[in-house]
C-alpha cells in the first residue's frame, strides 16, 4: 500500500504552530501523523540559503525541491518520498524541461536519452505559450519523479489574483497539458497532484452564484473562463461547453476524489483566511490527486483530511492498493514503485542506498552532502577522543613543550599552586595526587587601582566620594514633566541647606508655564539665608556631628527639618490606583462595540481594496462568515453589523 498527501502549506515551517503537529515539531513525525509514503508540499516560501537539517535530512526519506530563482519567500515545491517503501529512477524539477540539473550545464530535456523523463513540450507548443519556458520554471512550481509504475507531477500553479499575471497563468496551464498528454502519448501513466487554483465546477465552490452575478456570467460562460476550460478538458467527466479545443479531444486523468465521493457537497479544501471561513465552510476544492485512466482501479480510497490545521489548506491524498492490475496481471506495487531488483513480489532483496540517490535530491545538496540529522548524531555515545594533548614544562631556561599526555588524563585545575622551577606540571607523585586541592584565593588588585579619587572641594581638602543616590523613581506622570536640576551645589554650602533644596526641588515642585530654571532655583535659599535660618540657628537643634564647619551626613533625631520633610512627602503621595487609571487611558484601546445580531465585541479590520475608503478601518461581528457567504440574521454566523472606527464614539454609546 502507497498513501500520496499533497498539501499546500503556506509556508515549510507553518503547520507547526498548529495541534497535532506543535509537540513534536519535526517531519518525520508529521508524516508518521498523515500515515504517508510520498508527501507532496506546496507553497513552501523558501529559500536555498534557508534550507536546515531538518528539512533536508528527515530519517528514513529523500526529498526533491524546486525553489523560486529570483522572488524570495514566494512559492516553492518539495516532494518527500519514504525509502522504506518508494525510491524514485529519474527526477526533474519543472515542467517544460529547459532547467539543467545540479552541476550541469545540459538541460533536462537535452541530457542522455536514459536519464531523461520525457513528454516535454515540441516546439510549436512552446512558441504557443504566452510566456518563455525559463520563465515559467523560474519560479519553483514543479518537481518531477518517475517511477517504474507511474510519472508524479507535483505542482503548484499560479492564482487568478491579478490580471497582469493572466498570461504567465494560463501559459502555465498549457503547458502543463501538453506535458500530461505527451507522456500519455509516450505510453507512461501519470499522477498529478498538488494545488491547481482552479475549481473545477459549481460544486468545487461556495461563491460560485455570488461569483456569476458579480460578473454577469451565466453557467456556460462559467464553465468556460480560460483556466477553468484547460482543466475541464483534461479531466474525464468535465463538463466543456461546445467543441474541444485542438490537440484536447480527449481527457487523459481522472479525478480520484471526486470519484469516490461523486456528490457529496462542502467538499473543499482552501477556504479564505481573512474573513475566517473555514468554521462555516465556506471555501472551494482546488487541491487535486489525478490519475491516468489507466490507473482508476489502482486506488482504494481517496479524501480530504479537513480536519487537520495548520494552513488555509488541508491535506488531500489517495491511498494505492497493494496489488494492482497492469496488463491483465496482478503486479506487487513494492515492486514497481522502487528501482528494478530492490524488490521482488513484495519482498525487499536490497536495502536502500547512497547509490539509490538521485542528483536532484537534497541530500546532495553540497550544504548537506555526506552529513546526517544532528539528533541522529547523538543516538550513539561519542567515541573519546584519542588525539595526543602537548603539556607545557616550566625550566629555568624558559617553558618548552614536553611530551604528549595521554588524553584521558585530568587537566591540571586553575588555582592550583605551580611547582618549583625545573619540575614539569604534569608530574605528579601519588601522595599528591590523593592530596585535596589547596583552595585558591583570588588575588586582590593592587590598591591604587581600586581606590576611587576622591572628589576635591574649593578648598581643597579632599571629599569622601558620596554614595549614588537612589530615589524612588518616576512615581506619576507629572514627574516625567519635570526638569532635573542641574546646578553645581557649592561644597561649602551646609548640608542642611542641600536637602533642603532637594526637598523643594523633589516635592511638588510642578513646571510652570512661565517660569525657567533659572527663576525656580533663584527661589531656593541662600547660604546667608541659611546661616540665619532658625533651623541652623538653633544649637540645640544641631547634632554633635553637625557643628558648624564639618562636613558630614546628618541625622534626622531631634531636626525641626523632620518635620517639614514629613509634611512634604504627605503632599507628594500619589494614589496608586489613579496612577494606574491614568496610565490605562494613555495606552488601552477603545472598548469595542457590540454587533447588533449577537451583543458580542466587534473586531477591527482594515480596508484594502483600491478607492476613496482604502486604509480606513471598520468594527464588524467577530463570528465566522457562514456557509452562504454572506452576513445572516438570527443565526450563529456573521450579522450585519458594521461601523467606521472613525464614527465610533466609545463615551457616547455609554
Excluded at 101 to 111: L, R, T
Excluded at 473 to 490: C, R
Excluded at 589 to 599: F, M, R, S, V
Aim: glycine share 8%.
Amino acid at each position: 500500500m502507497v498513501r500520496i498527501t499533497t498539501w499546500n502549506v503556506n509556508g515549510i515551517r507553518n503547520p507547526f504552530g498548529y495541534q497535532p503537529w506543535r509537540d513534536k515539531r519535526t517531519f518525520d513525525a508529521m508524516f508518521d501523523m498523515l500515515e504517508a509514503d510520498i508527501v507532496v508540499f506546496q507553497e513552501t516560501k523558501i529559500q536555498r540559503k534557508d534550507l536546515v537539517d531538518d528539512m533536508v535530512l528527515v530519517p528514513g526519506w529523500d526529498c526533491y525541491w524546486s525553489l523560486p530563482k529570483h522572488k524570495k519567500g514566494y512559492s516553492g515545491v518539495v516532494i518527500y518520498t519514504r525509502q522504506s517503501v518508494c525510491a524514485p529512477i529519474r527526477a526533474e524539477e519543472g515542467i517544460t524541461g529547459v532547467l539543467c540539473p545540479p552541476n550541469s550545464a545540459v538541460s533536462f530535456s537535452e541530457g542522455p536519452e536514459d536519464q531523461r523523463i520525457g513528454g516535454y513540450p515540441i516546439k510549436a507548443q512552446l512558441e504557443a505559450s504566452l510566456v518563455d519556458a525559463a520563465t515559467l520554471d523560474s519560479e519553483g512550481r514543479c518537481v518531477v519523479l518517475e517511477f517504474p509504475a507511474f510519472v508524479l507531477i507535483g505542482v503548484y500553479s499560479p492564482a487568478n489574483r491579478d490580471e497582469t499575471r493572466d498570461d504567465f497563468r494560463l501559459g502555465f496551464l498549457d503547458l502543463l497539458d501538453a506535458r500530461i498528454r505527451n507522456l500519455a502519448d509516450m505510453g507512461k501513466r501519470v499522477l498529478l497532484a498538488g494545488d491547481l487554483n482552479i475549481s473545477r465546477e459549481e460544486l468545487d465552490t461556495a461563491n460560485a452564484e455570488a461569483a456569476m452575478r458579480k460578473n454577469g456570467y451565466t453557467r456556460e460562460d462559467y464553465l468556460s473562463t480560460p483556466a477553468r476550460r484547460i482543466f475541464n478538458q483534461l479531466l474525464e467527466g468535465g463538463r466543456v461547453v461546445e467543441a474541444r479545443d485542438e490537440g484536447r479531444e480527449a481527457p487523459v486523468l481522472w479525478d480520484l476524489c471526486r470519484g469516490f465521493h461523486p456528490d457529496r457537497k462542502g467538499m473543499f479544501t482552501c477556504w479564505e483566511q481573512k474573513v475566517n471561513a473555514r468554521p462555516g465552510n465556506y471555501g472551494s476544492r482546488i487541491d487535486y490527486v489525478l490519475c491516468s485512466l489507466s490507473m482508476k482501479t489502482w486506488f482504494s480510497d481517496s479524501n480530504i483530511q479537513e480536519g487537520l490545521m495548520g494552513s488555509d489548506h488541508c491535506p488531500v491524498y489517495a491511498v494505492i492498493m497493494d496489488q494492482v492490475e497492469i496488463n491483465g496481471r496482478m503486479v506487487y506495487v513494492s515492486d514497481i514503485m522502487n528501482p528494478r531488483g530492490m524488490f521482488m513480489d513484495g519482498q525487499r532483496q536490497r536495502e536502500y542506498s547512497t547509490k539509490d540517490m538521485l542528483p536532484l535530491s537534497g541530500k546532495l545538496i553540497p550544504e548537506f552532502d555526506g552529513r546526517r540529522n544532528i539528533r541522529d548524531m547523538f543516538a550513539r555515545k561519542p567515541s573519546l577522543l584519542n588525539s595526543p594533548s602537548i603539556t607545557l614544562s616550566f625550566t629555568s631556561e624558559g617553558t618548552v613543550p614536553s611530551k604528549p599526555k595521554e588524553a584521558n588524563k585530568p587537566r591540571a585545575r586553575p588555582g592550583v599552586q605551580a611547582e618549583a622551577p625545573g619540575t614539569s606540571v604534569t608530574a605528579r607523585d601519588s601522595s599528591r595526587e590523593n592530596a585535596p586541592l589547596p583552595t585558591s584565593k583570588k588575588r586582590s588588585a593592587p590598591e591604587a587601582s581600586t581606590r576611587k579619587l576622591l572628589k576635591r572641594s574649593k578648598s581643597g581638602t579632599a571629599a569622601p566620594a558620596q554614595p549614588p543616590v537612589t530615589g524612588k523613581g518616576q512615581q506619576s506622570l507629572k514627574g516625567f514633566l519635570i526638569a532635573k536640576s542641574t546646578a553645581n551645589a557649592d561644597s561649602t554650602t551646609p548640608l542642611v541647606a542641600e536637602d533642603a533644596a532637594s526637598q523643594c526641588s523633589t516635592s511638588n515642585d510642578v513646571v510652570q508655564p512661565g517660569i525657567d530654571l533659572e527663576t525656580r532655583f533663584a527661589k531656593l535659599p541662600s547660604q546667608e539665608d541659611q546661616a540665619k535660618s532658625p533651623i541652623n540657628a538653633s544649637p540645640s537643634s544641631t547634632p554633635a556631628s553637625q557643628a558648624p564647619g564639618s562636613i558630614g551626613t546628618h541625622s534626622d533625631q531631634g531636626s525641626p527639618l523632620k518635620g517639614v520633610s514629613s509634611s512634604q512627602d504627605a503632599e507628594t503621595v500619589h494614589d496608586p490606583i489613579q496612577s494606574k487609571e491614568s496610565w490605562s487611558k494613555l495606552f488601552t484601546k477603545p472598548a469595542p462595540p457590540l454587533c447588533e445580531g449577537h451583543e458580542e465585541p466587534c473586531k477591527t479590520m482594515l480596508t484594502k481594496k483600491n478607492g476613496m475608503n482604502r486604509g480606513r478601518s471598520f468594527w464588524m461581528c467577530a463570528r465566522p462568515l457562514g456557509p452562504s457567504g454572506g452576513k445572516e440574521k438570527h443565526t450563529q454566523w456573521r450579522c450585519h453589523t458594521f461601523i467606521w472606527c472613525s464614527d465610533w464614539n466609545p463615551t457616547a454609546s455609554t
